[in-house]
Nanobody
């Protein structure tokens, strides 16, 4: 059974930083494609960042490009999302995703999801 265990969410002031972690277990490995999505109240779940293990290609939503960085530690089977220069509009529940069957930017492409971790940015 695939499990994604997230940590690192919390409350920060605008301009601050957080690092989210997603530890994987089961048939999914961090060396496979991994993604981060977020969902704010009243909004659709949206793509934030993705990484493809082979070649380590990364992809970012325009709203976070230059501020967020996705990376993996395959020895720990963990994917990270480093979030810098946080803005109030970054406030959302952040979800780790695994098992991509298509384009990483689409919710429907992913088979497995973490439980979500709340990120709140105050101003």
């Amino acid at each position: 059974q695939v499990q994604l265990v997230e940590s690192g969410g919390g409350l920060v002031q605008a301009g601050g930083s957080l690092r989210l972690s997603c530890a994987t277990s089961g048939r999914t490995r961090s060396s496979d494609a991994m993604g981060w999505f977020r969902q704010a109240p009243g909004k659709e779940r949206e793509f934030v960042a993705g990484i493809i293990g082979t070649g380590y290609n990364t992809y970012y939503a325009p709203s976070v490009k230059g501020r967020f960085t996705i990376s993996t530690d395959n020895a720990k089977n963990t994917v990270y999302l480093q979030m810098n220069s946080l803005k109030p509009e970054d406030t959302a529940v952040y979800y780790c995703a695994a098992g991509s069957a298509g384009g990483v930017g689409y919710v429907a492409s992913w088979r497995y999801w973490g439980q979500g971790t709340q990120v709140t940015v105050s101003s």
